[in-house]
């Protein structure tokens, strides 16, 4: 079975997520559930999907695509000790973002 990021490499979805869906569906999810994030956590997740809203590295300025999201989880993994989230939390992460991809 392929790792996490494999997620997150071609297919035939939509191209990128806009700061709508995030503001009215994702960060909802993120914030309900038996993994939700308190709000340390949230503006931790936040602050790496705005800095990728922000950037043209990609492609569209204002969205994130499906390449950034993989970057945003494979940066929360990375540093998982440091921020205090749990993988259960990050793949609650992982799983709102690739639902709207």
């Known amino acids: 079975m392929a790792g996490p990021i494999s997620y997150f490499t071609g297919g035939d979805s939509k191209p990128s997520i806009t700061r709508r869906e995030w503001d009215k569906e994702i960060a909802g999810r ?3 559930g038996d993994h939700k994030l308190n709000d340390r956590e949230f503006s931790l997740v ?3 999907v705005d800095a990728h809203m922000d950037s043209e590295r990609y492609g569209e300025r204002g969205s994130v695509n499906r390449k950034e999201a993989g970057e945003i989880i494979s940066s929360l ?3 998982r000790e440091h921020q ?3 993988e259960k939390q990050i793949a609650h992460v992982e799983k709102s973002l690739l639902a709207q991809l």
Do not use: F, H
Request: charged fraction near 35%; avoid cysteine.
């Open 46 to 48: 936040e602050q790496l």
């Open 84 to 86: 205090g989230m749990s």
């Open 30 to 32: 993120l914030k309900t």
């Open 77 to 79: 993994r990375k540093n």
